[in-house]
């Protein structure tokens, strides 16, 4: 069978007929109904945020924080994440001016930001990338300095923590994405953790098309409400997400094991004071040193059923259509690591044999094997 980059996790069967039974008595499906409202509750908890709001996807999530803080002119963000994040900032009128990223976690560079502020600056919308959290220290000393708003992409931060602190608390906004193939899942939805009380009150009327009451609507809004049964299953994959957490470390020890000392590969660092949830294990292949590139150890991978993705690649800046809008040199850094970064099958049931099976892979491409 064809291994894949990733699977999603799933309750028992029973688990979910059990927890969406009571709908068939309610007939209440969706608009903000029990299980939206339970789920909102045991995730303010959970991410130890000040308050939480649930949307269809992640994707809506940014769109509706950056529409709701009525965000002007220019945003700094990172080039190297998923494309929702730059389509988020562009589909509110907004222009994105792209930060370069680092080499040890390909986070934004926060050294590099306060030059790219300029009196357009509106925001910046870092992004967590693979699980690796932001300098949100020094993010929150810069924006607070030029009296910047921040929404954190935190699509892959689900559950990290931060010197014992939860994610979501950082910055003015948090966006997550429960997409199917998240540490956990709502089948498809997201969530936008926030501070600001009024802030939530826009949120709740601008994803139900803007509706203030019966007869008032009073932002422009699209319908972005998570239905009930979206929301089951988030009630119960959070039950057991701890699980899946650790059964993903597990895996990833055993590529660290497997691959650590390889000439040529870079694995993704071990940050101080991050409580890890373990969500991507990207691989960085230097092919002076390595032998062979990226692309090579993935169709060497893909003969023998393996998938892996190269994630992210390209940079959102370079595709067709930003074309001529962006100059890449700008953002070297990011430009070198999404054409050598590789993101490896990472799911919680992943056997350790075939863990094992694709390291083997991927050192017999190396110069070493040769």
Avoid at 68 to 78: F, M, N, P, S, Y
Avoid at 196 to 223: W, Y
Wanted: negative net charge; contains cysteine.
């Amino acid at each position: 069978m064809k291994i894949n980059v990733t699977k999603s996790s799933m309750p028992d069967f029973k688990e979910y007929c059990d927890e969406i039974k009571d709908l068939w008595e309610s007939c209440w499906l969706t608009n903000m109904g029990e299980k939206h409202k339970e789920l909102q509750r045991q995730l303010k908890a959970y991410l130890q945020a000040e308050d939480v709001d649930l949307v269809t996807n992640g994707h809506m999530a940014l769109e509706l924080s950056m529409q709701a803080l009525q965000l002007t002119g220019e945003v700094i963000t990172t080039p190297f994440t998923f494309i929702s994040t730059t389509h988020a900032i562009v589909r509110n009128g907004l222009t994105p001016v792209f930060c370069d990223i680092n080499r040890d976690d390909y986070t934004m560079d926060v050294s590099r930001i306060e030059q790219l502020i300029t009196d357009k600056t509106s925001a910046i919308v870092p992004v967590h990338v693979y699980g690796n959290v932001c300098d949100v220290d020094e993010i929150s000393r810069i924006a607070t300095r030029y009296g910047l708003k921040v929404i954190y992409d935190a699509a892959h931060t689900f559950g990290v923590k931060y010197k014992g602190e939860g994610i979501a608390k950082f910055g003015d906004v948090s966006c997550y994405s429960f997409h199917a193939t998240k540490v956990f899942h709502t089948i498809e939805g997201g969530a936008i953790c926030y501070k600001d009380r009024a802030f939530g009150e826009i949120i709740g009327r601008l994803k139900d098309f803007g509706i203030c009451d019966e007869e008032a609507v009073t932002e422009i809004g699209p319908n972005a409400k998570m239905n009930e049964f979206c929301a089951a299953m988030g009630l119960c994959n959070l039950r057991h997400v701890d699980g899946e957490i650790r059964k993903r470390k597990t895996i990833v020890e055993r590529y660290r094991e497997k691959l650590e000392g390889a000439d040529g590969i870079k694995l993704p660092p071990v940050q101080k004071d991050v409580t890890s949830n373990y969500a991507y294990f990207p691989v960085v292949f230097d092919e002076t040193r390595f032998g062979v590139g990226r692309d090579a150890v993935r169709e060497r991978l893909a003969e023998n059923e393996v998938g892996a993705r190269k994630y992210f690649y390209p940079l959102t800046s370079e595709y067709s259509c930003y074309e001529n809008k962006y100059d890449t040199k700008k953002t070297p850094v990011a430009d070198w690591v999404s054409k050598r970064v590789l993101t490896l099958p990472l799911y919680a049931d992943l056997d350790i044999s075939t863990v094992d099976v694709i390291c083997d892979l991927i050192l017999q491409c190396g110069k070493s094997a040769v």
